[in-house]
């Protein structure tokens, strides 16, 4: 189990969903399929606390089993990296609970074995870290209101495919927009081992419309599907049965 691969939906956005089904009933379906959903929420210059936004941005996150950080545009190459490895760390903690459920036989948590037996749990967490295979697919919130922070999150996107391109295990990104004018959601890159395009597409592309964030998560999750079933015929390809 520790040796599968582990799936992210990073959403990036700065405003309320104001279209289509309940985003944080969007990111539950995500959790319970293996996907936990990250939301990095860009604040304007000033932070203010009564913006429904910025509670929407947490509830989606918790729902589906993410973190969620809210960020002003300078400073969002950073927080990007920091909260897809922080749930990187927080999924595989998850899934050593469980194994330790398996192993006493009652629900024991982390925090409750013994100090020096934590430290290696956590050495193995960390370890597994590196080298577990990680898929991300980055959904960006093009709306209106994103026109100006688009060249920031350019940046930052590029920043994380450097950074995460020296761990030991495998990883694919995806990167899609959103809204779109023929579809829920627009891919700016598919599936692929590194965001290669993304300098290329990020100039061209425009913002507006309407805040579609529920819809928009449920088809990332079908995009994790499409991508697994790409690689099966792949592989079915590859290494033909013998006959």
């Known amino acids: 189990m520790l040796k599968g ?3 992210q939906i990073l959403l990036i956005t700065d405003g309320c969903s104001n279209s289509g089904e309940n985003p944080v009933e969007s990111a539950s379906f995500a959790y319970k399929n293996g996907i936990t959903v990250n939301v990095i929420g860009i604040l304007e210059d000033h932070l203010d606390e009564t913006d429904s936004g910025l509670e929407e941005v947490e509830d989606i996150s918790a729902a589906g089993g993410g973190i969620s950080q809210l ?7 950073q927080t990007v990296q920091a909260v897809t490895r922080q749930a990187m760390t927080q999924t595989l903690q998850g899934f050593v ?3 330790l459920t398996n ?5 024991r948590s982390l925090e409750e074995i013994e ?4 430290g290696e749990v956590m050495d193995v967490v960390e370890d597994l870290g590196e080298s577990a295979d990680l898929e991300v697919l980055i959904l960006v919130d093009t709306s209106a209101s994103m026109r100006d922070k688009l060249i920031t999150v350019k940046e930052a996107l590029i920043d994380l495919s450097i950074n995460l391109h020296a761990r030991s295990g495998g990883n694919q990104f995806a990167l899609f927009r959103f809204p779109s004018k023929r579809h829920t959601i627009e891919s700016i890159q ?7 395009s993304i300098s290329v597409i990020f100039p061209r592309l425009t913002s507006g419309g309407l805040t579609p964030t529920g819809p928009a998560i449920r ?7 499409k991508m697994q079933l790409k690689g099966s015929l792949y592989d079915a390809e590859e290494y033909p049965e013998e006959r």
């Open 97 to 99: 609970n469980k194994e």
């Open 5 to 7: 691969t582990l799936r």
């Open 190 to 196: 598919d599936w692929a081992g590194q965001l290669s």
């Open 219 to 225: 088809e990332a999750i079908y995009q994790f599907s």
């Open 103 to 107: 192993i006493f036989g009652e629900e």
């Open 115 to 118: 100090p020096d037996k934590r």
């Open 71 to 77: 960020v002003f545009k300078e400073d969002l190459s």
